[in-house]
């Protein structure tokens, strides 16, 4: 009986103590779905994570100057407000009602997958470094534009069979295969197309490559151009003058420089390095301002500050003729044959023989700058001349009239550098002084301006690759660089720096492949900038005289 009487009180604690465990389980349930739902804000402030709640709050909103103070930090976290059950029960508090979840599925109904597919790469570097791949002429930027182009064939069917070049912008190649259709196509081709050796690959070919891939791997690749940014020789050059409005620097055709230095003019070999002086005109009180060689290297002509013009023979060492007829320097010079030109600080322009007699020679006098002449070239064909002067002008004249029959007046300053195109017939290409800075494009032709490009700095002096449609130009104030540059597109391929004062002086080597320049910090630089190879891409038009035979 006692047994059966403990049995029945064992039985009621232990329902009592289970009823009391499960209310209690379900008070914490409670609890907690009113402290995360009622109030989520303050949710986290419970317990022993209040504490680092409340530090990132004072360092992360407030700055790093605002901090707790310890009575503060000793204060018990406040509990969060309780809201009545009933609350809870009608805003459907429950675990299922909660919109959470770990996965983001974006949409990419709108995606065009040829431009994605394009600046993947860019966009996972900074814009210095694509500025450095855009520059880059390694091989390994080569490989890395065939391995994209490669995959646009495979992937997006771009159909390139070609290597883009790395140097320019491909963009534009990339824009031409945008397409509204699906981003894979399937089909069944069941017309078989007999094999050529020249346009399919083999239909015993393992490869899993398109034909487009095929041909893009066998397009042969272009040979990196890599310019020195250092000069190969440099030489001491003590008194070249810093004036802009002088020419004292050329190469003749027998690869011998002649320089002005003051009042002696020198040659140096580019064969075996030999200098020797040519003329000293200190004797006479007088200085040098200008030198230019024949087109056969043979004379050489020095113009003097008195106005003097002087004719040696460069192998002999002796001077054959002296022409006068300048009241002022003679600060430019130009051959055309027998004849030469010289433009002084008078405003005339003379043309003379040289072959006869200085008494006897019958001059032609050209008037049309009203100020300085700086700059003298005769086009390739011998026809007409080129002048520019300090009044901002660059006239055009023939071999037979005195007046000049073109007339350009869009530079805002001195026009010194001129050049005429050796590949395009009737191009002519001026620069202007520190006022202007901008590279001009003439058609000569027509009469009509073609280009023109800011420099950013003064012009001083132009000259036209002999192989490929580039040409260089030396800038004076306020960069003092040397730029190459690629016509038509007027991008440049090569900035050369190293003089210290402004680049006044420029000549071209005979085989065309290297130039040098002077500066005002005496000295002078030898470049390697253009190719030896003649370019694939000049113009073969039917009205251009030097490439058909009439």
């Given amino acids: 009986m006692r047994e059966s009487r403990e049995r029945c009180v064992s039985r009621t604690v232990y329902a009592a103590s289970a009823q009391t465990l499960h209310q209690t389980n379900r008070a914490d349930r409670i609890l907690c779905l009113l402290i995360s739902h009622g109030n989520p804000e303050r949710g986290s402030s419970v317990g022993g994570s209040g504490g680092v709640s409340r ?52 949409t990419r109904a709108g995606s065009n997958w040829s ?28 490989d890395t534009v065939a391995y994209a182009a490669l995959l646009r064939n495979e992937l997006l069917g771009a159909g ?50 398109s034909n487009k891939s095929h041909k893009l791997l066998r397009s042969p690749r272009k040979p990196a151009r890599k310019i020195s940014k250092i000069p190969f020789k440099v030489l001491d050059a003590p008194e070249l003058q810093d004036d802009f409005y002088l020419n004292l620097v050329d190469w003749s055709a027998g690869n011998l420089l002649s320089v002005g230095l003051g009042a002696c003019v020198y040659l140096w070999s580019a064969c075996t390095s030999q200098v020797t002086r040519l003329c000293d005109l200190s004797v006479d009180g007088d200085s040098v301002t200008s030198v230019c060689w024949n087109e056969r290297g043979s004379l050489v002509a020095v113009g003097t500050h008195k106005g003097y013009v002087q004719i040696w023979d460069a192998a002999g060492g002796r001077k054959l003729t002296t022409l006068e007829g300048h009241s002022a320097r003679v600060g430019a010079l130009a051959w055309n044959g027998e004849q030469l030109s010289s433009g002084s600080r008078d405003r005339v322009i003379l043309q003379r023989d040289v072959r006869t007699p200085p ?50 007046s869009d530079h805002l300053a001195a026009v010194k550098a001129i050049a005429w195109s050796p590949h395009q017939h009737g191009l002519l290409a001026s620069g202007g002084g520190t006022a202007d800075r901008c590279l001009r494009f003439w058609n000569t032709l027509t009469g ?11 012009v001083c002096n132009l000259a036209w690759s002999k192989h490929a449609n580039e040409l260089v130009s030396t800038h004076g104030y306020s960069q003092n660089q040397i730029l190459v540059w690629k016509y038509p597109s007027l991008t440049q391929v090569a900035k050369l720096t190293g003089h210290s004062y402004r680049v006044l002086y420029l000549a071209v080597s005979p085989d065309g492949e290297a130039i040098v320049t002077g500066a005002g910090d005496e000295t002078l630089r030898f470049w390697n900038v253009f190719n030896k190879t003649r370019c694939t891409k000049e113009s073969k038009s039917v009205l251009n005289l030097f490439t058909r035979i009439r």
């Fill in 448 to 458: 009509q301006a073609l280009q023109s490009t800011d420099t950013g700095s003064q």
């Fill in 115 to 142: 431009i994605n597919f394009h600046y993947a790469n860019e966009n996972c570097r900074s814009p210095s470094q694509n500025h450095k791949a855009k520059d880059a002429s390694s091989d390994t930027s080569k």
């Fill in 160 to 209: 390139i069979e070609t290597v883009p070049d790395p140097h320019t912008d491909d963009r534009h190649h990339t824009m031409l295969f945008q397409d509204s259709h699906s981003l894979f196509k399937y089909a069944v081709h069941t017309k078989r197309v007999p094999f050529n050796s020249n346009d399919e690959i083999s239909p015993y070919s393992l490869s899993p490559l």
């Fill in 55 to 106: 530090g990132l709050g004072a360092h992360g909103e407030h700055g790093p100057g605002v901090r707790e103070t310890a009575a503060e930090a000793d204060k018990p976290p406040e509990p969060p407000p309780r809201e009545p059950l009933s609350k809870c029960v009608s805003a459907k508090c429950s675990p299922v009602s909660v919109k959470s979840g770990d996965r983001f599925i974006p």
């Fill in 359 to 408: 008494t006897n020679s019958a001059e032609r006098r050209l008037q049309g700058h009203r100020q300085e002449v700086c700059g003298l070239k005769w086009s390739p064909d011998h026809q007409h001349l080129a002048s520019g002067g300090n009044d901002n002008k660059l006239l055009v004249w023939n071999s037979s009239s005195l007046l000049p029959v073109q007339q350009y």
